[in-house]
């Protein structure tokens, strides 16, 4: 496994790597309330679509940890109020609701539960999508790797790493996984602006992993295409809708209408907690719209005039016709997405029912 962790659960506190400050600090919050859950989640301390769904999880084992003293009734209505309060810190990424709603249902089928039982039944289902997900990372890896030449060039966007998930990666766990079979593998790194997750976290990244890359500014990477060789672009995912419209940081379809053009395959890199099958495409799914302030300063120093106006939309929709094929930890999937995905997202969840079973 990696050398660090994005999050863990450690005498009953939340424990994040703070994710603002990396690569140049590595600095960990221990958080002990749902609250300050939520906030971290909104400020992007801990980021990354299946990261966000887990430490979301672990803030709802706060909630109930936090209100044990109240009586069940109370203390079940007020875990409904913290599932409201953490699914609205970023609207994106569905991994969030699907994680608080597993949660949710868990208590609902425990009706006799009392206020222990309730928190210890909350942390047990908060563990469980943890370990899943580092599971589903390594075999999103693992089922990319017939895709891939043996020497292989990758374009990356944004981070999709051990810092994106519970631990593993999902694009980069791609990326990891070739390595680490062989593969002889270089990673163009988009720097992915406004926040800089490529050239901050992707790269610390694949320096601790001896993965040879460049950084690149988003805007190049037409031209790298087109001067250099590329065998691939991978990217992770925030939500997939079922015809496989993908929703993903922003300037990931400028990359897929650029990888279009030039022939190049692109792969969504997307655990089945990523797919949304309630949305028929990708109109329907949120666009998270940050502040001006992410575009128009870097590190608090202001690079655009006074009073210039940005607009901040943090994420894109990739529509499914770029995207050559979308890897799932129960299989890839093809075109028609809307006849391929349905099937793998069945498979995953029979995979996590026999895990429960196991319990
Ligand atoms: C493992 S996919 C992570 C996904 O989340 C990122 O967004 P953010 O850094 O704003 O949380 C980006 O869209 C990645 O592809």
């Known amino acids: ?32 309330r749902v609250e300050e859950v939520a906030e971290a989640i909104r400020n992007m301390t801990v980021r990354g679509a299946p990261a966000i769904g887990s430490a979301a999880a ?13 009586s069940t009734q109370k203390l079940r209505h007020f875990l409904e109020q913290a599932a409201d309060l953490l699914k609205a810190s970023r609207p994106t ?66 981070n999709t790493g051990a810092l994106a998930t519970v631990d593993y990666g999902t694009a980069l766990g791609i990326i990891r996984t070739a390595h680490e079979h062989g593969h002889e593998v270089f990673v163009y790194v988009d720097e992915t602006r406004p926040r800089l997750q490529g050239a901050r976290l992707t790269a610390w990244e694949l320096q601790q992993l001896g ?44 990359l897929a209408i650029a990888a279009h053009a030039h022939g190049i395959p692109f792969y969504v890199a997307a655990p089945t907690s990523t797919i949304d099958l309630s949305l028929p495409n990708g109109e329907a799914i949120p666009i998270e719209e940050r502040t001006e302030d992410e575009i128009t300063t870097i590190e608090g120093f202001r ?20 995207i050559t094929a979308i890897i799932t930890e129960a299989g890839v999937a093809y075109p028609p997405y809307d006849e391929s995905l349905p099937s793998l997202v069945e498979l995953a969840q029979q ?5 429960t079973e196991q319990d």
């Open 303 to 322: 690079i655009a005039p006074e009073n210039a106006s940005a607009y901040n939309p943090a994420f894109d929709v990739t529509p499914a016709s770029y």
């Open 1 to 32: 496994m990696t050398t660090y962790r994005s999050l863990e659960w450690r005498d009953n506190s939340l424990v994040l790597l703070d994710q603002r400050v990396l690569p140049h600090n590595v600095r960990y919050l221990t958080l002990t």
């Open 93 to 158: 990424a569905v991994n969030l609701a699907w994680a608080v709603d597993r949660i949710l249902d868990r208590i609902k089928i425990n009706p006799t539960a009392d206020t222990e039982e309730i928190f210890q039944i909350v942390l047990r289902e908060a563990h469980r999508i943890a370990e899943e997900d580092v599971r589903t990372n390594r075999q999103i890896g693992l089922n990319a790797l017939p895709l891939l030449p043996h020497k292989v060039t990758f374009i990356h966007h944004c």
């Open 211 to 254: 993965i040879p890359f460049q950084i690149i500014v988003d805007g190049a990477s037409g031209f790298i295409m087109r001067t250099r060789k590329v065998d691939a672009v991978v990217v992770g995912c925030d939500r997939v809708a079922r015809n496989g419209d993908t929703a993903n940081k922003i300037g990931t379809y400028n």
């Open 351 to 355: 995979w996590r029912t026999t895990i």
């Open 58 to 70: 672990y803030g709802m084992a706060l909630a109930a940890l936090q209100n044990r003293v109240l």
